[in-house]
């Protein structure tokens, strides 16, 4: 049985930034329900109710066209070292994109990444702990290099058209807008 909160405490906030990695739950009223990996130095604890993650480019696009459509997410942390503990952040999510106003500033928290897609602005409702004894002890190494090397090679214009080719839909043909929301204001008139 889970244990539930009203906020993320000092002490769940040092868990979550111990941990390599974590899992974000989207879905729509109708839609597939997406559970992603999300790895790196890109999620941050900016108050007791709130989270902000910066997403990378990757094969799908499915968060952001749920969120668009219905604001509901939750991330998920698991100890894979140390004491067995699994914590659930349940809440709204809010897309920001290179053209919305918050993007700056709120970019500035992460590292450089030449793949960065959109950041998940989440406001929190409940934390919930649970015991975590059947996740696996599991050593980490390093973090793969393998997709900012990918999108260092492809530079800001490949990313583009990758986003026009690959993310614009999600699984159930939910439209992103990552080109309008994401692309120059100059590049958009361009191709048009």
Do not use: C, L, M
């Given at each position: 049985m889970g244990t539930r909160f009203d906020s993320i405490?000092?002490?769940?906030?040092?868990?979550?930034?111990?941990?390599?990695?974590?899992?974000?739950g989207t879905a729509t009223a109708d839609s597939h329900i997406n559970v992603s990996p999300k790895g790196m130095d890109f999620l941050r604890v900016m108050g007791p109710n709130r989270v902000v993650w910066l997403n990378l480019t990757g094969s799908a696009n499915e968060s952001a066209g749920h969120i668009q459509e219905l604001p509901r997410m939750t991330i998920m942390f698991c100890a894979f070292n140390g004491n067995p503990l699994i914590l659930r952040l349940f809440g709204t999510a809010k897309v920001v994109h290179r053209n919305d106003s918050q993007w700056a500033e709120l970019n500035e928290l992460f590292p450089a990444a030449m793949s960065a897609r959109q950041i998940f602005d989440m406001q929190v409702d409940i934390v919930q702990t649970s015991c975590g004894f059947g996740v696996p002890l599991m050593n980490y190494e390093e973090d793969r290099s393998k997709l900012m090397d990918w999108a260092?090679?492809?530079?800001?214009?490949?990313?583009?058209?990758?986003?026009?080719?690959?993310?614009?839909v999600t699984l159930d043909g939910i439209e992103t807008h990552i080109l309008e929301l994401n692309m120059p204001k100059n590049k958009q008139l361009a191709d048009d």
């Open positions: 405490s000092p002490t769940h906030q040092s868990f979550i930034d111990a941990q390599k990695i974590f899992f974000v260092e090679k492809r530079g800001p214009e490949g990313i583009q058209d990758y986003w026009r080719d690959n993310n614009q």
